[in-house]
């Protein structure tokens, strides 16, 4: 179809209002797949087997359509209020396996493949992961778009369609390399591209005051450059309800009119260029990194998704509000993913002022009436500020309006503390220096009704700490909504065994009424049932074995405790406790404590660490080679044996989660208390039946107090003894008192672990005993230490283990992100579901 034409404008003898479902029985499943792999696709038996994956996504696509198309048809409905999740990252994985869920056509889908002799579960894994984020924050956002379709709130996504997704992690010589992710390079069943919907979104330029038809004065953005901003439509469909939400990610491209004005001038590269120019903004995600902060792309990447959403909101609305805007903050709602969008406070601010014609007044009363913001961090590094240079070159429209809700904002600041310059200059959105700055989570907390963090903890320390002016300010702003996960992907796909377990005791409401779980706990003391929780987990363990095997080439015995950190690699988390934990127990073996009568004693532990380093992140790349180097010497240690082992996973992500939290034992949670504003994947091994290792930080807490101090393993300092113990921090003094940690220490020193390569590991010994270590990671050794020998002691007692864990399992109705959904609903967005 040419752009910009709709369905209505075109002549179709039928205007297919009424869009029939398809059937789901095996056969008509088996007839479609095979017409799409040998008619659409042109592929036969012995074809690679992507083609198959391809075949069966049309085919279950197909029958989502219906539903997608009416959900829609609802939303464009008048008067339905609307909220839009903005977020540069939407880390969803894999789609197949999670649709045959939602539409409750597991069995009819392994039988119609069966017709083939094909494995659905093999089918699945063709996929390539979307991987649309770096961790938590992205996932989150997927899990979210997961509960708002399962719940039938009207909430759209917007995000960016990047051609590249987060990097891949190869291992090599125990190095973290980074190979780009081509993740759409055979194309993706799963998206539907809608250039009829395109915006155009401008960049440079200058500003032009003219007089308007009133007379009044008038700003217009001149000499801009334009780049088109083409929507892709994912579906996100609801669990057994449908409803079928959408996720709109935006894809860069050259605007058609540019290209041709260029090629008429006679430069043909030129065109060419600003082609390339213009298709780079969506060319790659952003790592999370301090490195990457200021880098000019990144805020062409904001801007582009702020402007592009902005605009195809205001584009529905008048569909149905022709010109009138008087009701538009009644009727929409953004909610910010972080200050990535954050931008779309100015933007908002000057379409409704540059293009709607608005008094600066009404214009900043429907933004702050409008805009939502959550924040992920605590670590002030973290907080996004741009060189207002950059801002004035590349959005210099968007500048001015900056700087005048700084004024008028400043003002406000004033008149409530008279003469206060000092709380000025700290809570002005400019920050003031040698190189001026804009603040964005600044812009974010002037510019929205609500502020909120992720946990309760997060939530209070951010009005205690980073945001302390702004609560005094405007105390109402500030809430807390606490993080989830979807029981849906985390525990309905990903651990089947587990799933079926449940069901058969408590039935499956608990799938989409998580709380329901609780019921669980009457067969705490039901030894039969626990006889099958422990086979189910046995099961799942050989199941991640597997994947250690193929992936490390190390034997994990299922009999050993699974202990499991997997998360992004990151000083504050301390995956360096984790491996001093490691090499203390090692030392033990070697000492011969773990023979004769210290066996006794002796828990047999596989230990597994996944994750990413961002690129430019020296320190955290150096803890993976530290990783793999410590594995290479325990696993070739004959006297070691099965007592311990210690593998790397490379390239962690959803995918590998799926395997990997139904086959963990112990859940490793180590950040140092108030520096983790939530964490999520403790959530999803909490679902699982795994039991926590953590300290007194995010979400930890709030599973703490659900599961209750026996099933779960708390240690270190808390928030407040953290901050106090930085004064008096002198971690060489620890090691002298602690004869374990000594040893520890000493084998690093001496280079145990890094024969032949010299002095590889100096940067992390020497932080590690830095009297300034912001991570106070040696402060808890000892605590973690004696927390570590707690947990073999449990797991030795199985039949208590196993009530932990059901325990777990059965506390963990919290932490579903329906309840999450409900309570953004409920406190911000107020849509009728
Ligand atoms: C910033 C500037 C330039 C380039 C990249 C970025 C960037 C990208 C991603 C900064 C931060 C992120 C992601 C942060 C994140 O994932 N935070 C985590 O969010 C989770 C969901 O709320 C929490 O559970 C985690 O505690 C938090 O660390």
């Known amino acids: 179809m040419s752009k910009n034409k709709s369905l209505s404008d075109s002549k179709c003898a039928k205007d297919f209002a009424v869009l029939e479902k398809l059937p789901t029985d095996s056969d008509s499943l088996a007839r479609d797949f095979e017409r799409y792999l040998t008619r659409h696709l042109g592929r036969f038996a012995g074809c690679d087997p992507f083609y198959r994956y391809e075949a069966l996504s049309l085919t279950i696509r197909d029958r989502i359509m219906t539903d997608w198309r009416n959900t829609w048809k609802v939303y464009e409905q008048k008067g339905v209020r609307k909220a839009y999740y903005m977020s540069l990252e939407f880390l969803i994985g894999r789609s197949l396996g999670n649709h045959i869920l939602n539409l409750d056509i597991d069995s009819q889908t392994k039988e119609a493949m069966n017709q083939f002799a094909l494995q659905l579960e093999e089918i699945i894994t063709e996929e390539h992961d979307a991987g649309l984020g770096n961790g938590g924050l992205g996932r989150l956002a997927a899990c979210f778009m997961d509960s708002c379709a399962s719940l039938k709130l009207p909430v759209i996504g917007y995000g960016l369609r990047y ?51 009133n007379r009044k004065p008038h700003v217009v953005w001149v000499d801009a450059t334009e780049v088109l ?18 996720l709109r990610l935006w894809s860069a491209s050259a605007t058609s009119v540019f290209n041709l004005d260029d090629f008429n001038a006679g430069s043909y590269a030129d065109a060419v260029e600003a082609k390339n120019d213009a298709e780079h903004i969506t060319m790659v995600l952003y790592p999370n990194d301090v490195s990457e902060n200021g880098k000019e792309l990144r805020l062409k990447q904001q801007y582009f998704l702020a402007s592009a959403t902005l605009q195809d909101v205001f584009r529905m609305w008048h ?67 741009w060189p207002v240079t950059l801002f004035e070159n590349l959005l210099p429209r968007l500048l001015q309006i900056v700087y005048e809700i700084n004024a008028r904002f400043l003002e406000q600041v004033s008149r409530k503390w008279p003469g206060d310059i000092e709380r000025q200059t700290r809570m002005s959105i400019i920050e003031e220096g040698d190189v001026r700055y804009v603040r964005m989570a600044y812009l974010a907390i002037v510019g929205s009704f609500s502020v909120n963090g992720v946990a309760a903890l997060h939530s209070k ?78 099961e799942n363990k050989k199941q991640l074995a597997d994947l ?126 108030g520096k983790e504003a939530s964490g999520t994947g403790n959530m999803k091994f909490m679902m699982n039946g795994a039991i926590t290792i953590g300290t007194y930080d995010g979400a930890n807490i709030e599973i703490l107090e659900a599961v209750g101090e026996e099933n779960f393993f708390l240690f270190g300092l808390k928030a407040d003894e953290v901050e106090a113990r930085r004064k008096n921090y002198q971690p060489e003094k620890l090691v002298d008192k602690d004869a374990d940690l000594k040893r520890v220490i000493y084998l690093l020193k001496c280079g145990h672990f890094n ?79």
């Not at 891949?168 to 194309?187: A, C, V």
């Not at 796909?493 to 989409?512: A, D, V």
């Not at 007692?797 to 992100?817: E, L, P, Q």
Request: aromatic content about 12%; glycine content about 6%; charged content about 25%.
């Open 461 to 538: 320390l951010l009005t205690e700490g980073l945001f302390r002016d702004f609560y005094e300010l405007w105390p109402e702003k500030f809430n807390n909504k606490t993080n989830g996960v979807t029981p849906r992907r985390w525990v309905a796909h990903s651990n089947p065994l587990m799933t079926e377990l449940i069901s058969k005791k408590i039935g499956n409401e608990w799938i989409s009424k998580l709380e329901k779980i609780e019921q669980l706990k009457q067969y705490v003391d039901d030894e039969e049932f626990a006889e099958h929780w422990f086979d189910v987990k046995t």
């Open 163 to 213: 051609e590249y997704g987060m990097f891949r992690q190869e291992i090599e010589n125990g190095y973290q390399l980074e190979e780009p992710d081509h993740w759409l390079r055979d194309g993706n069943p799963w998206e539907l591209e809608r250039p009829e919907y395109s915006q155009i979104v401008k960049f440079g330029g200058r500003v032009e005051w003219v007089t308007n038809h």
């Open 548 to 673: 250690i095997k193929t992936k490390c080439n190390v034997n994990f015995d299922i009999n050993s405790l699974f202990d499991v950190q997997v998360k992004r690699i990151h000083e504050y988390k301390r995956q360096l406790l984790n491996v001093l934990h490691v090499i203390h127990l090692y030392n033990r073996i070697k000492r011969g404590d773990a023979e004769q009568g210290g066996a006794r004693n002796w828990t047999n532990r596989c230990v597994l660490i996944g994750g990413k380093a961002a690129p430019g992140y020296f320190l955290a790349k150096s803890i993976i080679k530290l990783i793999n180097n410590v594995a290479d010497v325990i696993n070739n240690d004959p006297q070691v044996g099965d007592k311990l082992k210690l593998a790397f996973l490379p390239n962690y992500g959803v995918s590998k989660m799926e395997i990997i939290c139904p086959g963990a034992d112990l859940s490793e949670q180590t950040s140092t208390a």
């Open 319 to 385: 569909l149905n509000e022709g010109s009138d805007n008087s009701q538009f903050a009644k009727q929409n709602v953004f909610q910010m993913n972080d200050t990535h969008p954050t931008i779309a406070v100015a933007e908002l601010m000057r379409l409704l002022i540059d293009e709607k014609y608005m008094s600066w007044n009404e214009a900043w009363a429907i933004t702050s009436q409008t805009m939502a913001y959550t924040n992920h961090t605590l670590l002030p590094e973290a907080l996004e500020k």
């Open 755 to 833: 024969s032949f390569e010299n002095g590889i590991f100096d940067g992390i010994i020497a932080s590690l005993l830095n009297p300034d270590d912001p991570w106070l990671t040696l402060a808890d050794f000892r605590s973690y230490i004696d927390t570590q020998e707690k947990v073999s002691q449990a797991y030795k007692d199985r039949a208590k283990w196993v009530k932990m864990s059901i325990n777990n399992t059965a506390c963990s109705g919290y932490f579903s992100t329906d309840r999450t959904m409900q309570e953004y609903n409920a406190d911000i967005w107020k849509l009728d579901s």
């Open 229 to 246: 901003a083409i929507p892709y439509d994912v579906p996100i469909s609801g669990y057994n309800n449908h409803t079928v939400n959408t």
